[in-house]
T-cell receptor, first 114, second 109 residues
Protein backbone atom coordinates (compact mmCIF):
# COMPACT_ATOMS: atom_id res chain seq x y z
CA UNK A 1 0.00 0.00 0.00
CA UNK A 2 1.44 3.36 -1.03
CA UNK A 3 -0.15 5.24 1.83
CA UNK A 4 -1.58 8.73 1.52
CA UNK A 5 0.06 10.62 -1.32
CA UNK A 6 0.40 14.40 -1.40
CA UNK A 7 1.77 16.74 -4.01
CA UNK A 8 3.68 18.89 -4.27
CA UNK A 9 5.96 18.22 -1.29
CA UNK A 10 7.22 21.80 -1.31
CA UNK A 11 5.66 24.90 -2.77
CA UNK A 12 7.08 28.39 -2.81
CA UNK A 13 4.88 31.10 -4.22
CA UNK A 14 4.37 34.81 -4.09
CA UNK A 15 1.63 36.60 -2.26
CA UNK A 16 -1.52 36.83 -4.33
CA UNK A 17 -0.90 33.70 -6.34
CA UNK A 18 -3.23 30.71 -6.40
CA UNK A 19 -1.99 27.55 -4.72
CA UNK A 20 -3.43 24.07 -5.19
CA UNK A 21 -2.48 21.17 -2.96
CA UNK A 22 -3.37 17.63 -3.93
CA UNK A 23 -4.08 14.45 -2.01
CA UNK A 24 -4.73 10.82 -2.87
CA UNK A 25 -6.10 8.88 0.11
CA UNK A 26 -5.42 5.23 0.84
CA UNK A 27 -7.52 3.07 -1.44
CA UNK A 28 -10.74 1.99 0.25
CA UNK A 29 -10.69 4.76 2.86
CA UNK A 30 -13.92 6.72 3.02
CA UNK A 31 -12.89 9.68 5.15
CA UNK A 32 -10.38 12.36 4.20
CA UNK A 33 -9.03 15.20 6.31
CA UNK A 34 -7.01 18.34 5.61
CA UNK A 35 -4.87 19.73 8.43
CA UNK A 36 -2.60 22.73 8.74
CA UNK A 37 0.40 22.69 11.08
CA UNK A 38 2.26 25.74 12.35
CA UNK A 39 4.43 26.35 15.36
CA UNK A 40 1.98 28.88 16.74
CA UNK A 41 -1.30 27.02 16.22
CA UNK A 42 -0.24 23.37 16.18
CA UNK A 43 -2.30 20.88 14.17
CA UNK A 44 -5.58 22.35 13.02
CA UNK A 45 -8.32 20.47 11.19
CA UNK A 46 -9.42 22.53 8.20
CA UNK A 47 -12.07 20.29 6.65
CA UNK A 48 -13.05 16.67 6.41
CA UNK A 49 -14.96 14.63 3.86
CA UNK A 50 -16.89 11.41 4.26
CA UNK A 51 -17.76 9.50 1.09
CA UNK A 52 -16.61 12.55 -0.92
CA UNK A 53 -19.05 14.88 0.85
CA UNK A 54 -17.74 17.76 2.99
CA UNK A 55 -18.97 17.14 6.53
CA UNK A 56 -17.29 19.84 8.59
CA UNK A 57 -15.50 22.86 7.15
CA UNK A 58 -15.60 24.95 10.30
CA UNK A 59 -11.81 25.01 10.43
CA UNK A 60 -11.38 26.64 7.03
CA UNK A 61 -9.88 30.00 7.96
CA UNK A 62 -11.64 32.18 5.41
CA UNK A 63 -13.14 32.32 1.95
CA UNK A 64 -9.71 32.26 0.36
CA UNK A 65 -9.57 28.56 1.21
CA UNK A 66 -11.62 25.95 -0.63
CA UNK A 67 -11.50 22.17 -0.83
CA UNK A 68 -13.02 19.63 -3.16
CA UNK A 69 -13.22 15.88 -3.41
CA UNK A 70 -14.51 15.02 -6.88
CA UNK A 71 -14.04 11.27 -6.37
CA UNK A 72 -12.93 8.76 -3.77
CA UNK A 73 -9.29 8.88 -4.83
CA UNK A 74 -8.57 12.59 -5.12
CA UNK A 75 -8.93 15.81 -3.17
CA UNK A 76 -7.62 19.35 -3.56
CA UNK A 77 -7.13 22.24 -1.20
CA UNK A 78 -6.94 25.60 -2.92
CA UNK A 79 -5.83 28.96 -1.57
CA UNK A 80 -6.67 31.98 -3.69
CA UNK A 81 -5.18 34.51 -3.22
CA UNK A 82 -2.37 33.27 -1.00
CA UNK A 83 -0.91 35.38 1.81
CA UNK A 84 2.35 35.06 3.82
CA UNK A 85 0.37 33.96 6.91
CA UNK A 86 -0.74 30.87 4.97
CA UNK A 87 2.81 29.54 5.16
CA UNK A 88 2.60 26.20 6.96
CA UNK A 89 2.78 22.45 6.45
CA UNK A 90 -0.48 21.10 5.09
CA UNK A 91 -1.25 17.45 5.82
CA UNK A 92 -3.86 15.24 4.27
CA UNK A 93 -5.02 12.18 6.21
CA UNK A 94 -7.47 9.38 5.53
CA UNK A 95 -9.29 6.77 7.59
CA UNK A 96 -11.15 3.64 6.68
CA UNK A 97 -14.78 4.04 7.63
CA UNK A 98 -15.62 6.36 10.46
CA UNK A 99 -14.00 9.41 11.90
CA UNK A 100 -13.11 7.49 15.04
CA UNK A 101 -10.86 5.14 13.15
CA UNK A 102 -7.13 5.64 12.88
CA UNK A 103 -6.13 8.46 10.59
CA UNK A 104 -3.10 7.91 8.38
CA UNK A 105 -1.23 11.04 7.43
CA UNK A 106 0.43 11.88 4.15
CA UNK A 107 3.96 13.32 4.01
CA UNK A 108 2.66 16.89 3.94
CA UNK A 109 3.16 19.89 1.68
CA UNK A 110 5.40 22.65 2.99
CA UNK A 111 3.97 25.90 1.67
CA UNK A 112 5.93 29.13 1.74
CA UNK A 113 4.23 32.31 0.61
CA UNK A 114 6.64 35.19 0.06
CA UNK B 1 -15.76 24.52 21.92
CA UNK B 2 -13.98 21.24 22.38
CA UNK B 3 -10.36 21.38 23.40
CA UNK B 4 -7.55 19.11 24.56
CA UNK B 5 -4.90 20.32 26.97
CA UNK B 6 -1.54 18.56 26.90
CA UNK B 7 1.29 18.74 29.44
CA UNK B 8 4.17 19.19 29.63
CA UNK B 9 5.11 21.09 26.50
CA UNK B 10 8.71 19.89 26.76
CA UNK B 11 10.16 16.93 28.61
CA UNK B 12 13.77 15.85 28.98
CA UNK B 13 14.63 12.46 30.45
CA UNK B 14 17.75 10.37 30.75
CA UNK B 15 17.99 7.32 28.55
CA UNK B 16 16.40 4.38 30.33
CA UNK B 17 14.08 6.51 32.44
CA UNK B 18 10.32 6.69 32.00
CA UNK B 19 8.36 9.54 30.41
CA UNK B 20 4.75 10.47 31.07
CA UNK B 21 2.63 12.86 29.02
CA UNK B 22 -0.83 13.86 30.18
CA UNK B 23 -3.90 15.12 28.33
CA UNK B 24 -7.25 16.42 29.46
CA UNK B 25 -10.24 16.69 27.15
CA UNK B 26 -13.42 18.72 27.43
CA UNK B 27 -15.98 16.79 25.35
CA UNK B 28 -17.34 14.00 27.55
CA UNK B 29 -18.73 12.28 24.45
CA UNK B 30 -15.22 11.65 23.07
CA UNK B 31 -14.75 7.93 22.54
CA UNK B 32 -11.42 7.45 20.78
CA UNK B 33 -8.00 8.64 21.96
CA UNK B 34 -5.00 8.20 19.65
CA UNK B 35 -1.41 9.21 20.29
CA UNK B 36 0.85 10.30 17.44
CA UNK B 37 4.61 10.65 17.24
CA UNK B 38 6.10 13.22 14.89
CA UNK B 39 9.79 13.30 14.13
CA UNK B 40 11.35 16.46 12.76
CA UNK B 41 10.21 17.10 9.21
CA UNK B 42 8.07 13.96 9.12
CA UNK B 43 4.39 13.17 9.23
CA UNK B 44 2.53 12.31 12.48
CA UNK B 45 2.38 8.55 12.94
CA UNK B 46 0.09 6.62 15.25
CA UNK B 47 1.90 4.86 18.07
CA UNK B 48 -0.98 3.70 20.24
CA UNK B 49 -4.68 4.35 20.73
CA UNK B 50 -7.42 3.56 23.21
CA UNK B 51 -11.19 3.49 23.03
CA UNK B 52 -13.55 4.70 25.72
CA UNK B 53 -14.56 1.21 26.84
CA UNK B 54 -10.98 0.37 27.83
CA UNK B 55 -9.03 1.74 30.79
CA UNK B 56 -5.51 0.78 29.79
CA UNK B 57 -3.62 -0.52 26.78
CA UNK B 58 -0.01 -1.55 26.45
CA UNK B 59 2.30 -2.19 23.51
CA UNK B 60 5.84 -3.15 24.50
CA UNK B 61 7.39 -0.02 26.08
CA UNK B 62 4.37 2.18 25.46
CA UNK B 63 1.15 2.29 27.46
CA UNK B 64 -1.89 4.54 27.55
CA UNK B 65 -4.33 4.95 30.41
CA UNK B 66 -7.78 6.53 30.29
CA UNK B 67 -9.85 7.95 33.13
CA UNK B 68 -13.22 8.83 31.63
CA UNK B 69 -14.60 10.23 34.85
CA UNK B 70 -11.81 12.76 35.12
CA UNK B 71 -11.51 13.13 31.32
CA UNK B 72 -7.80 12.42 31.53
CA UNK B 73 -5.60 10.15 29.47
CA UNK B 74 -1.86 9.63 29.63
CA UNK B 75 0.99 8.18 27.59
CA UNK B 76 3.70 6.23 29.40
CA UNK B 77 6.99 5.35 27.76
CA UNK B 78 9.31 3.09 29.75
CA UNK B 79 13.02 2.44 29.20
CA UNK B 80 13.30 5.46 26.94
CA UNK B 81 15.79 5.41 24.08
CA UNK B 82 17.29 8.25 22.01
CA UNK B 83 15.05 7.30 19.08
CA UNK B 84 12.03 8.12 21.24
CA UNK B 85 13.00 11.80 20.91
CA UNK B 86 10.18 13.48 18.96
CA UNK B 87 7.02 15.53 19.40
CA UNK B 88 4.07 13.57 20.74
CA UNK B 89 0.45 14.61 20.15
CA UNK B 90 -2.62 13.32 21.91
CA UNK B 91 -6.08 13.63 20.41
CA UNK B 92 -9.65 13.10 21.54
CA UNK B 93 -12.32 12.20 19.03
CA UNK B 94 -16.08 12.02 18.94
CA UNK B 95 -16.65 12.74 15.27
CA UNK B 96 -13.34 14.51 14.52
CA UNK B 97 -9.92 14.66 16.11
CA UNK B 98 -9.12 17.48 18.50
CA UNK B 99 -5.35 17.50 18.94
CA UNK B 100 -3.38 18.60 21.96
CA UNK B 101 -0.61 21.15 21.51
CA UNK B 102 2.18 18.57 21.57
CA UNK B 103 5.03 17.55 23.88
CA UNK B 104 8.61 17.73 22.73
CA UNK B 105 10.39 14.76 24.31
CA UNK B 106 14.17 14.72 24.46
CA UNK B 107 15.91 11.54 25.57
CA UNK B 108 19.43 12.32 26.71
CA UNK B 109 22.04 9.63 26.09
Amino acid sequence: DAGVIQSPRHEVTEMGQEVTLRCKPISGHNSLFWYRQTMMRGLELLIYFNNNVPIDDSGMPEDRFSAKMPNASFSTLKIQPSEPRDSAVYFCASSSTTVTDTQYFGPGTRLTVL
Amino acid sequence: GENVEQHPSTLSVQEGDSAVIKCTYSDSASNYFPWYKQELGKRPQLIIDIRSNVGEKKDQRIAVTLNKTAKHFSLHITETQPEDSAVYFCAASRYKYIFGTGTRLKVLA
